[in-house]
């Protein structure tokens, strides 16, 4: 028979264990705030509502490019709010997160220079919903799995887009940057409340 001592030290050995193992995981991964989707989803219906509006629907590159700037803005203020909050504001994890995100969104303003330059404004709107897709899912590696769900979804409605006619393009981009992220951004609230309850 093994001594009881034995068994004490087993069960706080693996219990240590499991204490880093979950520490490593947190350290190597970034929680999403729901709120940072809210206040990209309200961004965009707000620029899908303006670029509808009869007289403003020709500024509509325009409309959604100011908002592309905003919805930086306020995403990337609320991301280094948590982030500092938690410690972390230079972190490797904050890095890995934008390494993800930054290259589609590169290739996305390239790629919106070049259509806009030669007249090809059909493209732009499922370019777009394309290649942010394509970083979302890039995204989910040190975020969430949901992350990679709303990328998937978004990559679907960019190659919709792109055999959409004109007058829908506003509806598939107020879809996309408006509706997936608000429902989205309200699941991962949801969520994060709902573990912390």
Known sequence: MRPGNTVQMESHAVATLRYIRE???AAGGVAVPGSA???LGAIGLAAALLASTPALRSWWLLIWLAAAVAGVAAGGAIMAR???LHGALFGAPLRKLV???LPGIFAGAVLT????QSGNL???PGTWLLLYGCA???TSAPTA???GVLGALFVTLGLVAFWLPDELHIVALGAGFGGLHLVFGLLIGRKRHGRQG
């Open 23 to 25: 520490s490593m995981d």
């Open 136 to 138: 979302l899912v890039s």
């Open 99 to 101: 390494l993800c995100l």
């Open 145 to 147: 799995r949901i992350v």
């Open 122 to 124: 059909h493209a732009i």
């Open 82 to 84: 948590q982030s500092a």
């Open 113 to 116: 220079a070049v259509h806009w």
């Open 37 to 39: 989707g809210i206040a």
